[in-house]
């Protein structure tokens, strides 16, 4: 008897495919992963929040671990020495998913726990000093009035596409010593990289980071080499020259501080503008209030980093066995911080899904995270934030949607694809 052929072996799935389905079985399941997750329409995100938290209001278990969405479980589980980036020692490390070029440029201290982060933390601090940032201010006034002056005449505009986005890149740029013409390339590696944060990134998309991260290696090194013949009294060279008791950030380093501050302080700053903004024009009255009196822009930029927040989740990890309220929390467990979600916490806010702009406790957000890797931009943002709002609304008169709103897709980043604007140029002239 001839042999039977044997049963073909099926084809082994792509990772995404098994990721895919995966995540189809959550949603299916309502685990509160596939909850968060599952969300296709932006606009539902912060119904789905509340489906979890209706499950707990501190922090839901799902099949990957906890997702916490209580206000103070995000404000105080980040401070707790029994919580950090990585697996405790001893437990098996997630492996890596970024090899080569994009792994290296990654290694940022974002990722990294103390003593380690402590260190590079310090060090790069130096250079983000209240001076410092003050010194920024004329730049981003004079760019903020440059954007404006280009759109006045048309009396319309993507405030994504033509100031939201050209601010926070100048700055950036400014900042990391990038001269004006390479600006644009410094746009293409933000949006490629904020891509790739998403748990949906294809393989694609990861390839293409891996490229183009050997590119921004590459870019900052011959920055570095040029500031060593040619030292300049600016941000950058402050980060390079910050020493601590001998003690001095490496190439590597640096190279992954300058990313980590593109991807940090660009996107997040893009979108504090464009859903403040998108916020304003859906609350008529609450624009109204704001346009009475400018000086209450500071308060209103802290109800914008509450109300839609441009960072919506951080992850940690729990590095021994404790209990936080009622929850066991095991070492190794993940813990998925919702800042976008704690922000919305009808505990610490009243009517979360209101914007109030004269909001007294506004400034309990948790935007900008909490602990030790509390954001090292937040002075810098808020200045952006100011300088933004002050401007489109001095300049920009009776502003309004022109036309319907385009979320970005992305889950992690929050925002704006388009908002066409229309307006009326202000009268007066400027000196
Ligand atoms: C609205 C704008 C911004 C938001 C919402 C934001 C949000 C955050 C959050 C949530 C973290 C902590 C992440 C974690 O715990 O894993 C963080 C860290 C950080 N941010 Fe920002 N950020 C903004 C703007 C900026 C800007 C403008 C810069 C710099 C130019 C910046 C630089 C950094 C750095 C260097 C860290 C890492 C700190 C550390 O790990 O110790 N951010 N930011």
């Not at 992963?33 to 789905?48: H, K, M, Q, S």
Request: with cysteine; net charge negative; proline share 7%.
């Amino acid at each position: 008897m001839p042999d039977m052929p044997e049963t073909p072996a099926p084809a082994p799935e792509s990772p995404e495919r098994q990721a895919a389905q995966t995540l189809k079985t959550l949603i299916a399941e309502r685990d509160p992963l596939g909850i968060v997750f599952g969300v296709t329409d932006e606009e539902e995100r912060y119904a789905a929040y509340d489906e979890v938290r209706a499950i707990d209001p501190d922090m839901a278990r799902s099949v990957a671990g906890w997702i916490v969405m209580g206000r103070d479980a995000c404000f105080e589980l980040p401070r707790d020495p029994r919580v950090g980036k990585h697996m405790p020692e001893g437990m098996p490390q997630a492996t890596a998913t970024r090899a080569g070029a994009a792994g290296r440029v990654f290694q940022s201290m974002l990722n990294m726990d103390p003593p380690e982060h402590s260190r590079v933390r310090r060090l790069t601090a130096k250079a983000f000093t209240p001076r410092a940032i003050q010194r920024v201010r004329g730049h981003v006034e004079r760019i903020a009035n440059e954007l404006l002056d280009g759109v006045a005449e048309a009396g319309h505009m993507d405030v994504v596409a033509d100031f939201a986005q050209q601010l926070p890149i100048a700055v950036i740029g400014e900042i990391l010593g990038v001269p004006t013409h390479d600006h644009s390339r410094l746009l293409g590696w933000a949006d490629i990289m904020a891509r790739a944060m998403d748990v949906s990134a294809r393989a694609d998309l990861l390839l293409e980071l891996e490229r183009v991260s050997g590119e921004i290696e590459e870019y900052f090194l011959a920055i570095f080499d040029q500031r060593r013949d040619q030292p300049k009294d600016d941000f950058l060279q402050a980060m390079i020259d910050a020493r601590d008791e001998g003690d001095r950030l490496t190439q590597e380093e640096l190279v992954s501080n300058c990313v980590l501050i593109l991807i940090a302080g660009f996107e997040t700053t893009v979108n504090l503008i464009g859903n403040g903004l998108r916020a304003l024009l859906d609350a008529p009255d609450q624009l109204a209030c704001l346009l009475e009196d400018l000086d209450r822009v500071p308060q209103a930029i802290e109800e914008f980093l509450r109300f839609d927040t441009p960072g919506q989740m951080v992850p940690y990890r729990a590095q021994a066995h404790f209990e936080w309220r009622s929850h066991t929390i095991n070492p190794g467990d993940a813990l998925y911080l919702f800042l976008g979600a704690a922000n919305r916490d009808p505990r610490a806010f009243g009517d979360p899904h209101r914007l109030d702009v004269l909001r007294t406790n506004a400034a309990d957000h948790v935007t900008f995270a909490s602990g030790a890797h509390y954001c090292l931009g937040a002075a810098l943002a808020r200045l952006e934030g100011d300088v933004a709002f002050r401007t489109l609304l001095t300049r920009c008169q009776d502003l309004r949607l022109a036309d319907t709103p385009e979320r970005r897709a992305t889950q992690i980043v929050r925002g704006h694809a388009r908002l066409p604007v229309s307006f009326r140029p202000e009268l007066k002239t400027r000196p």
